[in-house]
């Protein structure tokens, strides 16, 4: 069986009773740590007070490891219990769906614990659920690589008045183009986009594609660390959020829609004082 277990935002206590009963019963535990992370997994000792509490050693499932090897784990799973732990809800990742889609193919039984993620966590900002379109990823621009497909979807969001979620880039265990070009891989040091650098590149892009779909005075609500003690949250234009320091990572940044008064009401909390 092959148990994949959602853990929620914040730290090694956000997993759900059933979670933890799944875990502890396993022969074999993996962590994801690419396309997201819990708050402790910036800490050097966050992998153990996983184990310290769910009672199993913890093996990291690096980006390498779920995409090019992710078959010897399912093959485990053919044997016995093994648990794929997954920041946020299972589902949150396309990664996921295809681990769940080839395990099915294999025979291997898949069981989900779901958990909170930033698609739904993402309410506390004040802007309701109902009202968001569709999500985009901003990811780091490079000196060839500049991608804007995000553009077009924020300009269909907008045009319908709806907000539009951003999830900035992570980069972790990423292989350095000179390394892939020798064939022996090194990798990058870990990235985490900031939201100063995201809405840079959002105003790049706006520049470039002269669309008026958002400006430097468009309202956004820039959030980090979703769903942990050290929660941050504020609401402002872009311009205003590109001055503000918002510490340490993960950051995500909403382009507000229209807001009705209740979202309004909720987005006072959290705004600028000038």
Not at 214 to 226: K, N, P
Request: aromatic content about 8%.
């Amino acid at each position: 069986m092959l148990y994949i277990v959602g853990l929620g935002l914040g730290d090694e206590r956000d997993i759900t009773l059933r979670g933890l009963d799944c875990v502890r019963k396993c022969d074999k535990v993996y962590i994801e740590a690419y396309t997201s992370l819990l708050s402790f997994g910036l800490a050097s000792n966050g992998l153990s007070k996983l184990e310290e509490l769910y009672g199993r050693e913890v093996v990291v499932a690096d980006r390498e490891m779920v995409e090019e090897k992710a078959d010897q784990m399912l093959k485990e799973a053919l044997e016995s219990d093994v648990g794929f732990l997954v920041v946020g809800d299972p589902f949150g990742a396309t990664t996921h769906s295809d681990i769940v889609v080839r395990a099915r193919q294999m025979g291997v039984k898949v069981k989900v614990i779901h958990n909170a993620s930033v698609m739904n966590a993402i309410g506390a900002c004040g802007l309701q659920l109902y009202r968001y379109g569709e999500t985009v990823s901003i990811p780091f621009f490079t000196e060839t690589w500049r991608p804007d497909s995000f553009y077009e979807k924020i300009k269909n969001s907008r045009q319908l008045g709806l907000h539009t979620l951003c999830l900035l880039d992570i980069r972790v265990k990423e292989p350095t183009i000179e390394s892939l070009c020798r064939g022996k891989k090194v990798y990058e040091p870990p990235r985490f986009m900031t939201i100063n650098t995201a809405i840079d590149q959002l105003l790049e892009v706006e520049a470039a594609r002269g669309e008026s779909v958002y400006s430097e005075d468009t309202l956004c609500v820039g959030i980090a660390r979703l769903g942990s003690d050290s929660q941050k949250i504020v609401v402002g234009t872009m311009k205003d959020l590109r001055e503000i320091d918002f510490g340490d990572p993960l950051h995500c940044l909403v382009i507000a829609g229209e807001t009705h008064d209740m979202e309004g009401q909720m987005l006072d909390f959290y705004r600028i004082s000038k």
